[in-house]
């Protein structure tokens, strides 16, 4: 047995083992940020929200993508060497392995009824919790039935039904997980285009900013957007990150004037993608909402929340 076995035996087999708990990760995580996204949380929702659970999909779906094919060809690979050297199921670094696995997913299905049960003593058991707690369920009680009747079958040939039903099950949910989250965040193309939209959003917000400050500096708007550059300062107006045209600003009163930019596409969330910060009722995100092509925000200040800034005593 010794001859037949070596350490590309023992390598495959953590290869398989890690592939397997960074892949059912992060099918926990695409399908949590699914739930999240049909049953959103209303304490959760703020600027990052959507930005962030896009963000996570696209992560769990680049590691899927990469990851559980690996984890597939590894499975495939040691089974056709199983065939061949029957022995190398015995070799002591699988089957330590194997029951380090099923001790990992015990725990997490008895972790995962612990909260269960106490959440439910607390009357917590909206759809969105147990949502979760069956996917994690699911997918931790899948895996320590297949590796159960790896350790159990001690060289037999042939899979039982339910472990083929598993192995199939388990390739087309995270197949279509994949597919699902294409279809929830858009093609790379699409993304592309909200991006320069979020950046559109971010160049407004600082030209606002700095009209601001003119403002309260003297006591008065600028006449056009170029009297906002400042060497002090170091502002220098942006421009539109996908044109390089000048953003249109427009004075029209003392204390009102307009800003406004090309869009490609409408607001995805009806929350702004925006940097958090502390609230002021110039920030707030509804302030920044818009439709596809030219949008004009409208901007009035209030003397009482911008009061002039104080020049030191020379």
């Not at 099918?27 to 659970?53: E, H």
């Not at 995270?174 to 939209?197: C, K, L, Q, T």
Request: aromatic share 14%.
């Amino acid at each position: 047995m010794e001859q037949k076995t070596g350490p590309k035996d023992v390598f495959l087999h953590i290869l398989s083992v890690v592939a397997l708990y960074v892949a059912a990760g992060s099918f926990i995580a695409l399908v949590f940020q699914y739930i999240n996204i049909a049953i959103p949380d209303p304490l959760q929702i703020g600027y990052s929200y959507i930005s962030n659970t896009y963000d996570s999909i696209r992560w769990s779906i680049s590691i899927l993508i990469v990851v559980f094919p690996v984890y597939v060809w590894s499975v495939w690979f040691l089974n056709r060497g199983y065939a061949a050297v029957p022995e190398r199921r015995e070799i002591r670094a699988r089957r330590w392995l194997l029951y380090f696995t099923l001790f990992a997913a015990a725990l997490i299905i008895i972790g995962d009824l612990v909260t269960l049960v106490y959440n439910l003593l607390r009357g917590e058991f909206t759809s969105r919790f147990l949502l979760k707690v069956l996917t994690i369920l699911v997918v931790a009680g899948a895996v320590f039935i297949y590796y159960l009747w790896e350790v159990r079958k001690a060289g037999k040939d042939g899979k039982p039904l339910y472990v083929k039903a598993i192995s199939y099950i388990s390739i087309v949910a995270v197949a279509a997980a994949i597919v699902g989250g294409f279809f929830i965040v858009g093609s790379p193309v699409e993304e592309r285009a909200y991006r320069f939209d979020d950046e559109r959003i971010a160049d407004l917000r600082s030209i606002e900013n700095e009209i601001f400050y003119f403002y309260q500096a003297k006591s008065s708007l600028p006449n056009n957007i170029s009297d906002l550059k400042s060497d002090v300062r170091g502002f220098i107006p942006p421009v539109d990150p996908e044109s390089d045209a000048n953003y249109v600003y427009r004075k029209v009163g003392n204390l009102s004037f307009e800003l406004c930019a090309n869009f490609n596409r409408a607001n995805r969330s009806g929350v702004t993608e925006i940097p958090s910060m502390a609230y002021d009722p110039y920030y707030a995100p509804e302030n920044w909402q818009h439709e596809a092509g030219q949008v004009c925000f409208s901007r009035t200040i209030d003397p009482d929340l911008l009061p002039p800034i104080e020049k030191p005593i020379r």
